[in-house]
T-cell receptor
């Protein structure tokens, strides 16, 4: 198993640009989530999904969209990038009923 | 709202020393607590998970304890090694349906040879 994969590893955007961060898992996990990690703020939940076709907002959803058309993929879209979205983004997954989360390697995003 | 605090933010110890990392949380009605390790520029690796009904979990040189009533968890690392150098984060889950976790900022551990 590849586990949880994320692409790209690094990205630089200009303010106002849009992009999609990709996340995929091959463990057939029902639950997937997106976090951002910022110094002094820990990891904060952006959006999550409990299964294909079902998504919900986390703690800091503004400026981000998600969709879950398949069990494997959970892309995160930045609609109009802002410098405040400079962060490291992590995707995680777990099996429904299990409480151990598996994390991807992260995407380091800089918005100038 | 659940808040998770990890003190100290950084810790430096000589190789071979036993050490304790602390995690405190404000809402004691937790479902579980998970300790992670994060290496620089990498994702999070799960170390130990303690369910709310458990008092401790052990894996090799690691032992995690949980005291819900006082809102504390500790991660004990025995006979530390330079390879243990990393940032250690704890995450607390209080909502079983949505599975949302609240993370601490982490403690960055440096083990000197």
């Amino acid at each position: 198993n590849a586990g949880v994969t994320q692409t790209p590893k690094f990205q630089v955007l200009k303010t106002g640009q849009s992009m999609t961060l990709q996340c995929a898992q091959d463990m057939n996990h029902e639950y997937m989530s997106w976090y951002r990690q910022d110094p002094g703020m820990g990891l904060r939940l952006i959006h999550y999904s409990v299964g294909a076709g079902i998504t919900d907002q986390g703690e800091v959803p503004n400026g981000y969209n998600v969709s879950r058309s398949t069990t494997e993929d959970f892309p995160l879209r930045l609609l109009s990038a802002a410098p405040s979205q400079t962060s490291v983004y992590f995707c995680a997954s777990r099996r429904d009923g299990s409480y151990e989360q598996y994390f991807g390697p992260g995407t380091r995003l800089t918005v100038t | 709202k659940q808040e998770v605090t990890q003190i100290p933010a950084a810790l430096s110890v000589p190789e071979g020393e036993n050490l304790v990392l602390n995690c405190s949380f404000t809402d004691s009605a937790i479902y579980n607590l998970q300790w992670f390790r994060q290496d620089p520029g990498k994702g999070l690796t799960s170390l130990l998970l303690i369910q709310s009904s458990q008092r401790e979990q052990t894996s090799g040189r690691l032992n995690a304890s949980l005291d819900k009533s006082s809102g504390r968890s500790t991660l004990y690392i025995a006979a530390s090694q330079p390879g243990d150098s990393a940032t250690y984060l704890c995450a607390v889950r209080t909502n079983t349906n949505a599975g949302k976790s609240t993370f601490g900022d982490g403690t960055t551990l440096t083990v000197k040879p």
